[in-house]
């Protein structure tokens, strides 16, 4: 169906339209007023279309609307779905997807103390700053060198029973004596806080 708003009205009075007039002529009105009621007649039929024409352009508009509104629901359906499962493999696989922390190579040497001194930090005793100074730490890095890696040595632990331990988490009798915290230097002091902290 053609838009009926650009339709232009004929030209009743033509001898196009001869046959027509002449079918209300014979009804007994004269040939102006025949071609005056044909033009009227079309004006009532068109305005007709044009309301049958903007209903239809509305119900179009209507369902192309509800066309793109379900459109856009399946497609954030579909996201939200996607977005769902990809969370779901995050949580299952967090190794995979962890952040990469870009930073520099440390260019400062590691520092560890004697296994000795880490097991009684850890076990919450009371450790002794010195192996945490500049000298316990040449000590414990001695000492590594020197104990076998795999040697285990027995001890008996709080509860009365025996474990095996390494060897060099246990404190070698005859090292070099332990400085005690209050004999402790201030420059020691300061060398040694701040690691003892970082270890904790």
């Known amino acids: 169906m053609e838009d009926p708003n650009e339709a232009i009205r004929p030209n009743f009075a033509s001898e196009e339209y001869h046959d027509t007039r002449q079918q209300l002529i014979e009804d007994g009105i004269t040939a102006d007023q025949a071609a005056r009621s044909l033009a009227a ?18 119900q179009e508009r209507l369902a192309r609307q509800r066309e793109e ?7 954030q359906q579909l996201k939200d779905e996607q ?16 952040l990469l922390v870009r930073g520099k190579v440390p260019s400062d040497p590691t520092i ?11 076990a919450g005793d009371h450790c002794e700053l010195h192996y945490f100074t500049n000298k316990g730490l040449d000590e414990a890095k001695a000492s ?30 005859k090292a070099a004596p332990v400085i005690k915290d209050k004999k402790l230097t201030w420059e020691e002091f300061n060398e040694a806080a701040p690691r003892m902290i970082s270890m904790m």
């Open 69 to 75: 509104d379900e459109e856009e629901e399946r497609l």
């Open 144 to 173: 590594s060198l020197i104990a076998e890696p795999d040697a285990l040595v027995m001890l008996p632990s709080a509860d009365g029973m025996h474990s095996w331990v390494p060897a060099a988490a246990v404190k070698d009798p």
């Open 83 to 98: 977005e769902a499962a990809h969370l779901e493999e995050r949580k299952k696989n967090k190794n995979k997807y962890a």
């Open 41 to 58: 007649l079309w004006t009532i039929n068109n305005n007709a279309d044009k309301e049958r024409w903007t209903l239809k352009q509305h």
């Open 112 to 122: 560890l103390p004697a296994q000795y001194a880490m097991r009684k930090l850890k």
